[in-house]
């Protein structure tokens, strides 16, 4: 059957348009196959697809490992366009979001339970070609394995692609366990600390810091109970004083710089949590945290990576119930072809989120 099946598909082969990263800071538009549907697998039409930091992280430093191009693109929302007769669960003209991360299903750790540390670990958008094209294929490995959700049907495709950044803010906080009446900082004003900010209030937290450089403006409009601008301010001194030198509960680091994570060891009280949320860049990993401050105050300080399948499902509700106002995110959409101008604005500060829309 499978033999037949990809006949009748090859016979029906036209064109999509997909921007392709062939090296660092080297995005091409180019014109491809569109991919066949999998025998048991679906595929996607993509309507929007989210920049994500770490998009922008392979743009300038080219992807990771031995892959040496291919389509990016991981916060994906689009509608089912062809449905493989071995797949279930899906019929043509369904909405999906689609979240990148796929699990072997059978090591260690995803026996455990743990499947975003799986020891196989794949993404879309880095081992399978992404959401910066018109379709995407996804086939029943990806089905069983991956993150592939029905969206909630009065969700635009935009807000959509916000229930990927979201996923991995609520699976950090239900880590630390962000609980009723607890205070929280947030190292980082980008989306992923928005998110934070309103993550730790729908979870019930009092008061909610926030320390930011280039994008307090957009902060703002969240609310934090307080907004420091580490350029003429000291976070830690700030922060400190706003608890009475007590310090918070929970400090969450989402930036890519090795100084915040030491300022975060300062911020939080006696048996606080740091979170070290971002990743430091690839060719300089190393931080230095104090040690002895750690030790006497019993700190735990923490790493946060991805999500599980659940967390997916619950950002796409929380997004549906307003807990998370995904369109206060989006400040851009763009097309394939200005990608790289939207990574730009994102970089310097100019756009929140930006969404490319693949039919623009
Ligand atoms: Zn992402
Ligand atoms: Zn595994």
Known sequence: MRDCWENEKKERVSFMRASVLVGPRQLELREIDTPTTPIDGILVRVMACGICGSDIRSFESGLRGDISEQVMGHE????????????????????VAIAPD?????????KKGWVNLCDNHRMIGTHWPGGFAQFLSVDGYMLKHGMVHHMPDELSFVDATMSEPASSVLACQENINVSLGDTVAIIGDGPIGCLHIEVARARGASRVFMSGL????????????????????DPVREILNATKGLGVDHCIVATPVADTQRQGVEIVRKRGT???????????????????KIHYEEIRVVGAFSYQARHHRLALDLIRSKKISASKYVTRVVSLTEIEEGIRMAQQGDAMKVVVDPWR
């Open 214 to 233: 280039h994008r307090l403006d957009f902060a703002e409009e969240f609310h934090p109970d307080l907004l420091v601008d580490a350029g003429s301010q």
């Open 274 to 292: 740091v979170v070290l949320f971002g990743g430091l860049p690839r060719t300089d990993p190393m931080t230095t945290l104090n040690g002895n």
């Open 102 to 110: 796929v699990c072997c299903g059978e090591c260690f750790y995803c």
């Open 76 to 95: 994906i929302a689009g509608t089912v366009e062809d449905v493989g007769p071995q797949a279930e669960g899906f019929k043509r003209g369904d909405k």
